[in-house]
């Protein structure tokens, strides 16, 4: 089923719960399995340099079991490009990582990198790696990702959530905007637009709204979420919200 506005899970978080405690439970190849039937059109995982939650080893299970595409979330590394090139995922994220943070704080500085990074994306676009960069909704970071030939970019709503978050009325608002501006600036350059970070189901409505908007990747609220109702009733909810956004 080909959908407007598709829904990307990310079950990093998964391998969190199970490397809190060490052993094989649970399983985050299961929870993508899951997520697949509740309606899931794709699966994220990141594979962080200090493999903090997902392993190598959850990345070659995925890839033989989920039948959705796998996204695979990236640092611009050669031992990630390595491992990219390897499994062939159907797309890879193009990430910034620093061992102190939790979370990704921020977007990809494309254009403070623009050499480097048009030379780490092109073996991957060469094997059909649908390549795209994480970056803010900042004009100069869209431009910079569409003249090194990336056909995709998600935009970074964790600015948005957090102000939301914090009862930040009139900044969420801006920051808004400032997405709704990027992702008709990035449509105009024929980038795919996607976004994500930080969503839940008060922050999801206003950005599925939005347009130009391929997919949504959402990870950690609906893990959290799936303690309380289940993950195939987190899901369900999250496309509903998304399903009558676009109505």
């Known amino acids: ?22 052993g094989a439970l649970p399983d985050p190849v299961r929870a993508a399995l899951l997520a697949e039937a509740a309606g899931a059109d794709g699966i994220t995982a990141h594979l962080r340099e200090d493999r903090r939650h997902i392993r190598d080893e959850d990345i070659a299970g995925l890839m033989a079991a989920i039948k ?43 254009a403070g990198d623009e050499a480097r990074l048009a030379e780490f994306i092109a073996p991957l676009r060469d094997v059909g790696i649908r390549v795209s960069m994480f970056i803010a909704a900042d004009p ?3 431009a910079a990702a569409a003249r090194i030939g990336a056909p995709v970019i998600e935009l970074h709503t964790g600015a948005y959530c957090d102000y939301h978050a914090e009862g930040e009325m009139e900044a969420h608002k801006a920051e808004l905007s400032r997405l709704i501006a990027g992702a008709k600036q990035a449509a105009d350059l024929g980038l795919e637009v996607h976004m994500g970070h930080g969503l839940n189901y008060e922050t999801v409505t206003p950005i599925a709204a939005i347009k130009e908007v391929r997919e949504l990747n959402i990870g950690h609220f609906l893990i959290g979420e799936a303690v309380f109702t289940g993950l195939s009733a987190a899901i369900g909810e999250m496309r509903r919200l998304m399903e009558e956004a676009r109505a």
């Open 68 to 110: 959705t595409p796998l996204n695979f979330e990236m640092a611009a590394t050669a031992e990630m490009q390595k491992i990219a090139l390897s499994h062939r995922p159907h797309a890879a994220c193009i990430v910034p990582e620093r061992r102190e943070e939790r979370t990704t704080e921020g977007g990809l500085d494309v």
């Open 140 to 142: 100069l970071q869209i």
């Open 1 to 22: 089923m080909t959908r407007d506005l598709r829904l990307g899970v990310n079950i990093d978080h998964v391998a969190t719960l199970r490397n809190a405690r060490g």
